[in-house]
Each structure stands twice: as structure tokens, then as C-alpha cells.
């Protein structure tokens, strides 16, 4: 499972089978594995120069491809109404439904430099139609850019721990409980949107990103060690609670192989499998 290429996996996930049946994302426990979920359904094909042409501007007529011209993008910030920009949906992984259609959709404000997360239900595929759906868009939570930056560097320098809660959902208000794994995703993508577009923020803030970016690296790495630890414990023969026992003592107290969850309601800190 460690060794599947690209290749495999993009035959494999053609398939309409459930994604615990085929699919190299989940784990011998039967759980998934949010590593290899970021490596072949996140960010595989993606490079710098395309995440570019992946940006749209929502306007009245829904969402327009917005090929990066940051003079037309500031001239956006004093029109009303031109303010958000989407950079990327994320599928959410269900171990009985596969990819299913359900998708977090990550956002970006123009004016407030906040960074967003919404939950779309029967998403389309490319981002260009999300305007049919957007009125029944949630917002789940949201992030100013520099409490972002601040949480990043609190969390992996001084409180790892934080990571086995939510590295965002512990420090932004949410109406739903991902789980810690995703969160983790779902901040190195917020991490390299910044990175990737750091001329919107200003030349002091711009800096700040440029420093910061090592937590991006640690971050990946943070999920790497994680799958790797769980699929040699599984292939040792260990079960999820032994493999628990036997990594409790380590310096990082994070696992990235877990069932995907999300909370099953609006404002509900259960979290129940969402299926």
C-alpha cells in the first residue's frame, strides 16, 4: 500500500466502489489515512504555477475564473460585492461512500484578509459552477490572516497537543467539528494560498508569510510520520488501540489514520460519521 504510484491510484478511484474497498486511502484498520489523502486528492497534478488559474472571483453572476492580476484584484477591494475569492474544494472522505459529492470549500476576503471555510452538499466538480449552490453554501468557520499566522506559529512551537483538537476549530469560532487530520489539510492549503498570493497582504504581513512558511513543512511532515508510524504498527500486526498505547509516550501525540468525520448538525460538537 505504501509503494502505490499515482498511476494505480488514479485507476483505482475511477471506480464506483466504497472507498474502504479500493482505495489506497484507507488503512488495514479500516480508516483513512489523511497523508496519502493530501498526496492523491488534494494536491496531486497541482503545482505553484496552476494554483493560479485556480482562483475565482464571486460576482453577481457567480463565479468567474480570475486569472491572477493583482492591480485588478486591489481595484476589487473598493467595489462592493467583489470581495471573495474561492481557491479550492476539498472532497470529503467517507469510508463508505468513497469521494462523495459533499465538499469544504476554501475561501479567501479581499477586504477582510480573513480566511474561510464553507461546506457545500452535492457540490459540482469545478469551481466555476459552485454559484448553483452557493446560497445553501455554510460558512464554517472563519479566520482572520493574522490570527491564522499567530495560531500556526503558537501551536507548533509551544502546544502540539492543540493538533489532537483542531489546529483551527481550538482558536476560530465554528458550526461544525472536523476532524483534527482535515483541519491539519485544511491549514497547509490555507498556508500556501498565502504564500502563493502574498502580494494581497501587504509588504510587512508579506514577510511574516515568507517566515512562516517552515510551519508548512512541519505541518506535512506532522501527517507524514503519523501514517508512516500507523501502517508499520499495522503491518506489525497491532491493533488501532495497541498502536495507541505504544505511541502515547511520543513527543508528537497526533495520528493521522482516523475514521473521516464531521459533526452531523450545525453547532453540534458530536462528531458522527457523515454519511
Not at 198 to 219: A, F, P, V
Amino acid at each position: 500500500m505504501l509503494g502505490l504510484s499515482s498511476l494505480e491510484f488514479k485507476s483505482k478511484a475511477k471506480t464506483s466502489e466504497p472507498l474502504g474497498a479500493v482505495s489506497p486511502l484507507v488503512s488495514r484498520w479500516s480508516m483513512i489515512d489523511y497523508w496519502l489523502y493530501l498526496l492523491h486528492v488534494v494536491e496531486r497534478g497541482r503545482t505553484r504555477e496552476n494554483h493560479f488559474d485556480e482562483v475565482h472571483l464571486l460576482t453577481a453572476n457567480g463565479f468567474k475564473p480570475t486569472r491572477i492580476d493583482f492591480k485588478f484584484l486591489h481595484v476589487c477591494r473598493r467595489k462592493p460585492g467583489l470581495e471573495l475569492l474561492i481557491f479550492l474544494a476539498l472532497p470529503i472522505p467517507s469510508i463508505r461512500l468513497g469521494l462523495p459529492d459533499r465538499k469544504i470549500v476554501l475561501g479567501f476576503d479581499l477586504k477582510t484578509l480573513h480566511l474561510h471555510a464553507y461546506l457545500a452538499a452535492r457540490a459540482p466538480e469545478h469551481l466555476a459552477d459552485f454559484g448553483q449552490v452557493w446560497s445553501r453554501a455554510e460558512l464554517v468557520f472563519s479566520i482572520g490572516t493574522g490570527q491564522f499566522l499567530d495560531t500556526l506559529e503558537c501551536t507548533l512551537t509551544d502546544d502540539l497537543n492543540t493538533l489532537r483538537t483542531g489546529i483551527l476549530t481550538s482558536f476560530a469560532k465554528s458550526t461544525r467539528k472536523f476532524h483534527s487530520a482535515l483541519e491539519l489539510v485544511i491549514a497547509i492549503q490555507f498556508s500556501q494560498f498565502l504564500y502563493d498570493f502574498t502580494e494581497l497582504l501587504g509588504k510587512d504581513r508579506g514577510r511574516s508569510i515568507e517566515s512562516h512558511q517552515r510551519y508548512n513543512d512541519q505541518m506535512r511532515e506532522l501527517l507524514r510520520k503519523a501514517s508512516t508510524d500507523a501502517w508499520f504498527g499495522a503491518k506489525d500486526g497491532l491493533t488501532v488501540e495497541q498502536h495507541r498505547r505504544r505511541e502515547k509516550n511520543a513527543i508528537i501525540l497526533f495520528n493521522s489514520v482516523e475514521s473521516g468525520k464531521v459533526s452531523s448538525s450545525p453547532g453540534s460538537n458530536v462528531q458522527a460519521d457523515w454519511t
